[in-house]
């Protein structure tokens, strides 16, 4: 049976995310606690994996009610912040890390999502397997934090989700609330790199993309897809389907009624 296996959110956008039992589609249409915070330098620049693998260095844990992260670099001197009430206190101490000045940001209305005009991104865990196997040293783990999406769905195949985007796609439903997909989710370096040392991984590029045309499925609608480097969708949840709570366990229906 096709249900939500997984529900991983990412408060502050650029760092490791963290797995929630349960979270609210926002009136924005993302997700509680998503993408809330993010880091920029001086210029106003996003501070992410795609500028710097200095961010595959740190490990962070969440205290999502509390907005507090802890963050752990490699000489082990964890630091703990209240992301609202200490903020000066996180920029100082992040602008040390990365060596230059850094500034906390943040938004309570659709998170600082890439794309704030879509929803959550969904993969299934038989796709993660799957990319898993394609290189040797992968964990299905390590894919899991290499492609950083919200929603897992399990009980389905690999690339099920391929299917909700382009031309007269169904749609699916996670308990209540409805899911349409938008787009095809394009990759960028940060796939590429082991998440825990930032180390690029030979050939990935390469590898990923003649595995990812062997097996493209035959149910996808090609022409929703620009090329074979991408992986998970993004979708977006109806008006009327906003505020509903998605809770690990909630049944996958899809409708082919669009």
């Known amino acids: 049976m096709a249900q939500l296996a997984g529900l991983r959110v990412y408060p502050i956008k650029g760092l490791d995310g963290t797995t929630v039992e349960q979270t609210t589609v926002l009136d924005g249409g993302t997700l509680s606690y998503d993408r809330e915070f993010k880091l920029v330098d001086a210029d106003g620049e996003l501070v992410n994996g795609k500028r710097t693998a200095r961010v595959h260095d ?29 903020g000066e206190r996180a920029e100082s101490w992040f602008s040390e890390f990365f060596g230059h000045e850094v500034r906390l940001r943040r938004t309570s209305e659709t998170g600082f ?36 999406a919200n929603v897992e769905i399990s009980g389905v195949p690999s690339f099920w989700e391929d299917r909700f985007v382009g031309t007269d796609a169904p749609s699916f439903s996670i308990g209540d609330a409805r899911f349409e997909g938008v787009t095809p989710c ?11 040392t930032g180390e690029p991984t030979p ?50 229906t ?3 009624d669009r």
């Open 113 to 148: 999502v890439d794309r704030p005009e879509m929803g959550p991104s969904v993969i299934s865990t038989a796709t993660l397997q799957t990319v898993a196997s394609w290189f040797e040293a992968m964990t299905v783990s390590g894919a899991r934090r290499r492609l950083r």
């Open 254 to 256: 899809v409708h082919d």
């Open 186 to 196: 394009g990759r960028c370096v940060v796939p590429g790199r082991d998440p825990d």
């Open 58 to 86: 740190l490990d962070t844990a969440f205290d999502l009610s509390r907005r507090q992260v802890t963050v752990t670099p490699p000489d082990g001197h964890a630091q703990t912040f209240d992301l609202v009430d200490e």
């Open 203 to 252: 050939e990935f590029r390469e590898r990923f993309l003649e595995k990812r045309r062997e097996t493209f499925p035959e149910w996808a609608d090609w022409d929703a897809f620009e090329h074979y480097f991408t992986l998970m969708i993004l979708t977006s949840v109806p008006d009327d389907d906003r505020g509903e709570t998605l809770r690990i366990g909630d049944a996958v």
